[in-house]
């Protein structure tokens, strides 16, 4: 079988969970012995992406604006990339190269799966671009669609709004490869960023309005003063609002607690999870969370928000789900970081919770039996 997975940026900065979803999927499916090739921008091509993307085949188009992921329509590559493929992924919404896709895809009569990976609502910037994208293609794209995958519960809900019949929707979440999480030494992520032996609550994720880290920022300043040994650390990019928090840490006048280190990765990341208290999902959209994974497979219990899509974390008794407003994260701010016995015992939950449901092995294979269906002289499973 060949695969041939389309997403506009595979950049683990810019490119959040969909980049990764899009990678670990890839790697993957190229262990079971799928073919599979990368349609992508050249955004964030090296490094560790490169290096996971072994046994992969990835075809870069020049990209021509990274606001808005412009690139050159008529590129031959991008004719040839569907034309080899057997069954097409389609990755995220609002963009080009899924519109071009699409297109190309249609004419040469390709099957193809989409997956928006919780980008399907109008919300945050852009909300009439996105409104016209809908009306040229956006909606064409869904509804063409061999299959609709969703990645969590509430992205069934999406597609519904969209006129997506429900026998046409696939659920398929996120995963976690442990392997990527051995190496990461806690003490050495507090030594790096000066946190010392403090208790932190951890945010990792685009500093980016719909990720929520303003009303993360806002609960943890309502409850600093009941637990003053606690810091409070933003593990992500520049998304548009570092200056904000930063203006509203000082206000708080939480500036010696409150820390913003940047996107941080590999040995970092696995080193801030294992470190911190708790990890805090604020988001006020999200279809499921790739770090609730990430951390599940540390040990570290989560608070998350019931716009996440996976309230089963609560179910499972490795975190807790809260409104996504400032009072419900300071509510649940309060009682987790009252009862340290009680978050030792949810990380342990939640990594046992995340081993059994959340490998990306089991994600792939979720995803080969879904292409099989449409490619039914070339099975292969995992």
């Given at each position: 079988?060949?695969?041939?997975?389309?997403?506009?940026?595979?950049?683990?900065?810019?490119?959040?969970?969909?980049?990764?979803?899009?990678?670990?999927?890839?790697?993957f499916?190229?262990?079971?012995?799928v073919?599979?090739?990368?349609?992508?921008?050249?955004?964030?091509?090296?490094?560790?992406?490169?290096?996971a993307?072994?046994?992969?085949?990835v075809?870069?188009?020049?990209?021509?604006?990274?606001r808005?992921?412009?690139?050159?329509?008529?590129?031959?590559?991008?004719?040839?990339?569907v034309?080899?493929?057997?069954?097409?992924?389609?990755?995220?919404?609002?963009?080009?190269?899924?519109?071009?896709?699409?297109?190309?895809?249609?004419?040469?009569?390709?099957?193809?799966?989409?997956c928006?990976?919780?980008?399907?609502?109008?919300?945050?910037?852009?909300?009439?671009?996105?409104?016209?994208y809908?009306?040229l293609?956006?909606r064409?794209?869904v509804?063409g669609?061999?299959a609709?995958?969703?990645?969590?519960?509430?992205?069934?809900?999406h597609?519904?709004?969209?006129?997506?019949?429900?026998?046409?929707i696939?659920?398929?979440?996120?995963g976690?490869?442990?392997?990527?999480?051995?190496?990461g030494d806690p003490?050495?992520?507090?030594?790096?960023?000066?946190?010392?032996?403090?208790?932190?609550?951890?945010?990792?994720?685009?500093?980016?309005?719909?990720?929520?880290?303003?009303?993360?920022?806002?609960?943890?300043?309502?409850?600093a003063?009941?637990?003053?040994?606690?810091?409070?650390?933003?593990?992500?990019?520049d998304?548009?609002?570092?200056?904000?928090?930063?203006?509203?840490?000082?206000?708080?006048?939480?500036?010696?607690?409150?820390?913003f280190?940047?996107h941080?990765?590999?040995?970092?990341k696995?080193?801030?999870?294992?470190?911190a208290?708790l990890?805090?999902?604020?988001?006020?959209?999200?279809?499921?969370?790739?770090?609730?994974?990430?951390?599940?497979?540390?040990?570290?219990?989560?608070?998350?928000?019931?716009?996440?899509?996976?309230?089963?974390?609560?179910?499972?008794?490795?975190?807790?789900?809260?409104?996504?407003?400032v009072?419900g994260?300071?509510?649940?701010?309060?009682?987790?970081?009252?009862?340290v016995?009680?978050?030792?015992?949810?990380?342990?939950r939640?990594?046992?919770?995340?081993?059994?449901?959340?490998?990306?092995?089991?994600?792939?294979?979720r995803y080969?039996?879904?292409f099989n269906?449409?490619?039914?002289?070339?099975?292969t499973?995992i």
């Amino acid at each position: 079988m060949k695969v041939l997975n389309v997403n506009a940026t595979l950049d683990p900065v810019s490119g959040g969970g969909t980049a990764e979803r899009t990678l670990q999927m890839s790697r993957f499916l190229a262990r079971a012995g799928v073919r599979c090739r990368v349609l992508t921008l050249d955004i964030g091509l090296h490094g560790d992406p490169m290096h996971a993307l072994s046994g992969v085949e990835v075809v870069r188009l020049k990209c021509l604006s990274r606001r808005f992921y412009l690139f050159p329509v008529r590129d031959p590559r991008i004719p040839e990339a569907v034309r080899w493929a057997d069954v097409i992924h389609l990755m995220g919404h609002w963009t080009l190269i899924n519109a071009t896709v699409y297109l190309e895809g249609r004419k040469q009569a390709k099957p193809y799966v989409f997956c928006p990976a919780g980008a399907l609502p109008i919300f945050g910037r852009s909300r009439l671009l996105k409104a016209l994208y809908n009306g040229l293609i956006g909606r064409r794209i869904v509804h063409g669609a061999s299959a609709c995958v969703a990645i969590g519960t509430n992205e069934r809900e999406h597609f519904l709004q969209y006129g997506i019949r429900p026998d046409r929707i696939t659920l398929i979440p996120n995963g976690v490869d442990p392997g990527d999480f051995e190496a990461g030494d806690p003490r050495d992520f507090r030594s790096r960023f000066g946190l010392g032996d403090a208790p932190f609550v951890l945010f990792v994720g685009r500093l980016n309005l719909i990720k929520g880290p303003d009303l993360l920022l806002r609960a943890f300043g309502r409850i600093a003063h009941l637990f003053p040994e606690a810091h409070l650390v933003f593990a992500g990019a520049d998304d548009g609002m570092l200056a904000s928090l930063r203006e509203m840490t000082r206000q708080l006048r939480l500036d010696s607690r409150v820390h913003f280190p940047g996107h941080v990765s590999g040995p970092d990341k696995v080193g801030a999870y294992r470190a911190a208290r708790l990890l805090v999902v604020p988001s006020r959209q999200e279809a499921m969370s790739i770090v609730v994974l990430e951390a599940g497979i540390c040990r570290t219990p989560v608070l998350i928000t019931d716009q996440c899509g996976f309230d089963q974390v609560e179910e499972a008794g490795g975190g807790k789900v809260v409104p996504a407003t400032v009072d419900g994260l300071e509510s649940g701010l309060a009682r987790m970081l009252a009862d340290v016995e009680w978050l030792s015992t949810m990380g342990a939950r939640l990594e046992s919770y995340t081993r059994m449901h959340f490998l990306w092995q089991a994600t792939a294979a979720r995803y080969l039996d879904l292409f099989n269906r449409f490619v039914p002289d070339a099975k292969t499973a995992i």
